[in-house]
């Protein structure tokens, strides 16, 4: 059975959404900062910043997804979607390493979340016919 990539896009959409429910829910200090960023943030001005960052870069993440899915009429070319897509590629490639080594342990389990991103984008990047 072949998946569409659409059916990646959407389901990285998904996995994206319930990060950004994540980021809100720290942003508000229902879910305590300490679990985020490897265990690093101090204050509550560097968990504003970073959350803040997080929020912008994943909603900026949703809508270059939704443009490579067809969900959204596109601003970008093709090939600057794939560009994009590939620096995010990166960047989860990254955060899974650093997930990895995170001090904390519900970070630790994030690294199965940014794994499964990576291999979404790689999928999405690089479709496969059979």
């Not at 389901?11 to 508000?28: D, E, K, M, P, R």
């Not at 997080?54 to 067809?70: C, E, M, N, R, T």
């Not at 590939?86 to 001090?103: C, K």
């Amino acid at each position: 059975m072949k998946i569409h990539q659409s059916t990646y896009i959407k389901i990285l959409i998904g996995i994206t959404v319930s990060a950004l429910i994540l980021h809100f829910l720290i942003l508000l200090k229902i879910i305590p900062y300490g679990i985020a960023w490897g265990g690093r943030l101090t204050t509550d001005q560097e968990m504003y910043t970073f959350e803040t960052l997080s929020i912008i870069i994943s909603l900026f993440f949703i809508y270059v997804l939704a443009q490579k899915g067809k969900f959204v009429k596109a601003i970008f070319s093709d090939k600057t979607l794939s560009v994009i897509l590939w620096i995010f590629f990166g960047l989860f490639v990254l955060n899974t390493i650093g997930n990895v080594f995170a001090e904390t342990t519900f970070e630790k389990w994030f690294a199965v979340v940014t794994l499964l991103n990576v291999l979404l984008l790689w999928r999405i990047n690089m479709p496969i016919t059979m």
